[in-house]
């Protein structure tokens, strides 16, 4: 989501002492099957769910984080839970900037978002990972999600809140991102995360695409970026900053471009941390590797002391060329993907394809993948 200026900017944040982001995955239930999906969501609660009270002590752990710490409340899907707004209001009651990931489902009506505003809920992604419903309903397993999406982000406008929209990139999407690009501008988003599928949950049963693809995606993404009038990020994806620079003529040392983040990224466990519905705290919903639970010990405690979280902020003790590469401290490469494809979080990201200069060793991607999908610009 978009922090408001309140917010500590990326370029004074020090990803050892506060993540950029944290996320809650407040619940797994959802009435979706989308085929991607990292947490094979169904629509029941889990028995051992944070509670309303397990929920707000998470969030009073939070808040020594730092002021205006940016916490999504994600699922499955967050509106099953019944103590949302009462959920929202509270951290934002604590200092707290408090956003939300819905599924695209008929439960979120005009009212439930206006309750949810009023609680201070300061933005809101939603999901299209097509630009029609045909496409869109397919891949989210559900009739009728594309329009109550639409309607969602209209009646989400008219209230005045910010609107990300997350786009999953694999086989089965990637020729269909200009015409999604295209429906954003027409809707009016502030965002446009784009994910690059991690084989885990449902989405090992989908095709990624290869590292070619994947390159030539993020060079149409920057292009892009430079016209359109929300903003382009890629999630699972950090070699996206380096094909910026790239592009630019820029070293791995130079700034980035004008809307650049902080120098050394946002990866699992470095400026970013997940906490799961029963309270494990993992790097990211990618990275199942739990670090401990926030029943016992503080999500801040975890987030800055634990030996998983370190070896993940430390970029020089990449394993293959992600550990010699010259853009690492910009990029970092996704731990998430390393871990799946390898079982390994600090081996070399698999799905990019550049080859530091001098580098003989082996290539991650010759295990990885592969799609014949293709952008079409």
């Given at each position: 989501m978009t922090p408001?200026?309140?917010?500590?900017?990326?370029?004074?944040?020090?990803?050892?002492?506060?993540?950029?982001?944290?996320?809650?995955?407040?619940?797994?239930?959802?009435?979706?099957?989308?085929?991607?999906?990292r947490a094979n969501a169904n629509p029941y609660r889990h028995d051992d769910e944070l509670t309303t009270v397990a929920g707000k002590q998470l969030l009073e752990q939070t808040r020594d984080f730092g002021e205006n710490q940016l916490v999504v409340l994600s699922g499955g899907d967050p509106l099953v839970r019944e103590d949302i707004v009462e959920l929202v209001d509270h951290g934002t009651d604590r200092g707290l900037t408090m956003s939300l990931t819905p599924s695209g489902t008929q439960s979120i009506t005009l009212e439930r978002l206006a309750a949810l505003e009023s609680a201070g809920l300061s933005g809101i992604a939603f999901s299209l990972d097509g630009a029609t419903a045909e496409r869109h309903d397919a891949f989210r397993g559900e009739p009728g999600s594309f329009e109550a999406t639409i309607r969602a982000i209209e009646d989400a406008k008219s209230l005045g809140l910010p609107v990300q929209i997350n786009t999953t990139v694999c086989a089965e999407t990637v020729g269909d991102l200009p015409a999604i690009s295209r429906l954003l501008e027409?809707?009016?988003?502030?965002?446009?995360s784009v994910f690059f599928l991690v084989p885990v949950g449902r989405g090992q049963l989908l095709d990624s695409v290869d590292p070619e693809t994947a390159e030539a995606v993020m060079q149409w993404l920057d292009a892009l970026n430079q016209s359109t009038p929300y903003a382009v990020k890629t999630t699972e994806a950090p070699h996206f900053r380096r094909v910026r620079r790239q592009r630019r003529g820029e070293g791995a040392a130079s700034a980035d471009g004008p809307r650049g983040r902080h120098q050394t990224g946002t990866i699992a466990g470095d400026g970013f941390v997940f906490v799961s519905h029963t309270g494990d705290v993992y790097p990211s919903g990618f990275l199942p590797r739990s670090a401990g639970n926030v029943r016992d010990r503080s999500v801040v405690d975890i987030y800055r002391n634990h030996p998983l979280f370190e070896a993940l902020r430390d970029r020089e003790d990449r394993t293959g060329k992600c550990g010699v590469c010259p853009f690492r401290q910009v990029c970092g490469g996704s731990r998430s993907r390393a871990n799946a494809v390898f079982g390994d979080p600090l081996a070399s990201d698999p799905l990019c394809p550049y080859v530091p200069p001098g580098y003989d060793g082996p290539l991650p991607w010759d295990r990885s993948a592969s799609?014949?999908?293709a952008v079409d610009e």
């Open positions: 408001p200026p309140s917010r500590p900017s990326d370029a004074s944040l020090d990803s050892s002492e506060r993540p950029r982001l944290l996320i809650w995955e407040v619940t797994q239930a959802c009435h979706l099957a989308c085929t991607h999906c027409d809707l009016g988003v502030v965002m446009w799609a014949e999908a």
